[in-house]
């Protein structure tokens, strides 16, 4: 059957197609050895290594032998903040305000004073409303923002702790905040 196969092939094929043909097939029969040679190595480093790691082992009961305990480090799920100007900085990061604190300070109207360096191209009116409306409520404090040079200035207004009751509930009363111009 291969007699008849290679006859009719070396008949329709030119000769050096055919010349072509015999040399793959002798490439690939020549791999063959090769890939012989490399299963075995395998499987002699994989024995070597049985044997190794049998020696290795203490010679105990199955029952007895226990693998030495891993060391296990915890990691805190959460840093705590350290001052109140790297919270504002946490809280703008999140709403995609870029801005680094750079100083804290309290003026001396009992306010305290933010100093950040903002992005290029951050519209301060973007980050007042952000500041007036929603670091208001997420820190529990009246904050206020304004353009200072090259700065932009967060201003704190801090509660005061006496409470009234609005609708028969107690609230807490927050000092009064000058009119802001922006």
Excluded at 129 to 145: G, T
Excluded at 148 to 174: C, H, K, L, W
Aim: hydrophobic share 40%; glycine share 8%.
């Amino acid at each position: 059957m291969v007699g008849l196969f290679g006859w009719r092939l070396g008949s329709t094929l030119s000769p050096d197609a055919l010349r072509m043909v015999i040399g793959m097939l002798f490439g690939m029969l020549a791999g063959v050895p090769f890939c012989l040679m490399l299963m075995a190595s395998r499987q002699q480093a994989d024995q070597l290594y049985q044997q190794q790691s049998q020696q290795q082992r203490p010679q105990m009961p199955a029952a007895q032998y226990q693998p030495p305990t891993p060391n296990v480090i915890f990691i805190a799920p959460h840093v705590r903040l350290q001052n109140r100007g790297e919270q504002i900085e946490n809280e703008l990061r999140r709403a995609r305000f870029y801005m680094q604190c750079i100083n804290v300070s309290t003026d001396g109207q009992g306010r305290a004073v933010y100093d950040f360096t903002a992005q290029i191209g951050t519209k301060v009116s973007i980050v007042s409303r952000f500041v007036e409306n929603d670091l208001s409520q997420l820190l529990d404090s009246d904050f206020r923002a304004t353009r200072a040079g090259s700065m932009i200035q967060i201003f704190e207004y801090r509660p005061q702790n006496a409470t009234v009751e609005i609708d028969g509930r107690p609230q807490i009363e927050r000092e009064q905040l000058p009119a802001w111009e922006g």
